[in-house]
């Protein structure tokens, strides 16, 4: 590009400028107007439950670690006994299957899904505990 195509709203050249022969050019824009495509997480309501669970976990000493990756097409919450392992249980959310299965499902390590539905809250019951029935002396 060479100073004859430079036009005279693209150039701005006060008394300073012009004696440094400096000159500023706006940029084009074209390629900035893509957008990045969205990443599906998980929203404070969703992340609430999912660590109120991960902190039961932690404190019956079977949890010790979690990852949250956020993908193009679906969330996950991944729970690990050690970080160098597998994880034993993945939650995940997948917004494309919310009309069909749920958006919901947590998976084991072995790749099985344990449950999975359209609520969060039903999802992770997967996770309580069932009471047992003590007798007493």
Known sequence: MSEDDISDSQVRAGEEGADR???????????????????????????????????????AGEWRDY???S???RAVFSAFRRSSE??????????????????????A?????????HELTNVLKVFEKPLKVVASN
């Open 21 to 59: 022969g400096g000159k500023v050019v706006s940029l084009p824009t074209a390629g900035w107007s893509k957008t990045v495509p969205e990443t599906v997480r998980f929203d404070r309501r969703e992340l609430d439950q999912i660590l109120r669970i991960y902190s039961l976990m932690v404190g």
């Open 67 to 69: 990852a949250i990756d």
């Open 71 to 73: 993908l193009k097409d």
């Open 86 to 107: 597998i994880p034993l249980y993945r939650i995940e959310k997948n917004p494309k299957l919310a009309r069909k299965q749920g958006a919901y499902c947590v998976v």
């Open 109 to 117: 390590a072995s790749g099985k899904v344990l449950k999975r539905g």
